[in-house]
């Protein structure tokens, strides 16, 4: 306990010392060594405590830009996928609409006979209905039909107006017409190119057996 009491009256009198330098020193002097004493716990503050959070802070910023910048360019690439959806949904529903022009092999005889009908309808005298060979275009194949026929002017013009409203894709090509008997009737000869879907596996298939036989 009286080592203690020591210490104590020790601490104190050492205070007193400094109190008595310090309130003998000038106003200025005073004042000098309180801006010293706040500069320093400013400057420790400042160097310690404040530059480590202010660099968290920076860190945790540019941090959250990037997380924006991601963000944006998800969002941007999301609009761009709905985009192609769209436009992918449109594409299909245009190719279905196509491919619903094009006869498969099972609808080919009942297109042949409705040009045929076209014509009989119309009151043309077929001279010549022949199909041809297929031409392989890799992803259809186009059906050629040679056709020669006879009539007067309005039941060709009849007969060409009700191959537009056939339900198929039927391109006339070669057109050649002729007078007959003085001109009231008339001979045409035309080829009818109607077009068949042919799938990718089907035409490798056919270009594999091509192959072999060469």
């Known amino acids: 306990m009286g080592k203690g009491k020591s210490k104590i009256n020790e601490i104190k009198s050492k205070l007193n010392v400094l109190f008595e330098k310090v309130g003998a020193l000038?106003?200025?002097?005073?004042?000098?060594?309180?801006?010293?004493?706040?500069?320093?716990?400013?400057?420790?503050?400042?160097?310690?405590?404040?530059m480590p959070k202010y660099d968290e802070l920076k860190k945790a910023q540019n941090n959250y830009q990037s997380q924006l910048d991601v963000l944006s360019t998800y969002k941007k690439r999301a609009s761009e996928i709905l985009k192609y959806e769209r436009l992918m949904t449109q594409k299909n529903e245009e190719f279905y609409l196509a491919m619903k022009a094009l006869p498969d092999k099972r609808e080919l005889p009942s297109l042949l006979t409705g040009i045929s009908k076209a014509g009989s309808d119309a009151g043309l005298e077929f001279h010549l209905f022949q199909p041809a060979t297929e031409v392989n275009k890799e992803f259809f194949n186009e059906i050629p039909v040679s056709i020669k026929v006879e009539g007067r002017y309005h039941q060709i013009t009849d007969f060409l107006f009700q191959?537009?409203?056939?339900?198929?894709?039927?391109?006339?090509?070669?057109?050649?017409?002729?007078?007959?008997?003085g001109g009231e009737i008339l001979e045409m000869?035309?080829?009818?190119?109607?077009?068949?879907?042919?799938?990718?596996?089907?035409?490798?298939d056919k270009d594999k057996l091509k192959t072999k036989k060469k």
């Open 26 to 50: 000038t106003k200025v002097q005073r004042l000098l060594i309180c801006f010293v004493t706040f500069a320093v716990v400013g400057g420790a503050y400042y160097y310690f405590v404040f």
């Open 189 to 204: 000869s035309c080829q009818a190119v109607t077009y068949m879907f042919v799938e990718k596996k089907e035409a490798t």
């Open 163 to 181: 191959i537009t409203r056939l339900n198929r894709i039927v391109n006339i090509n070669n057109v050649d017409v002729k007078s007959r008997k």
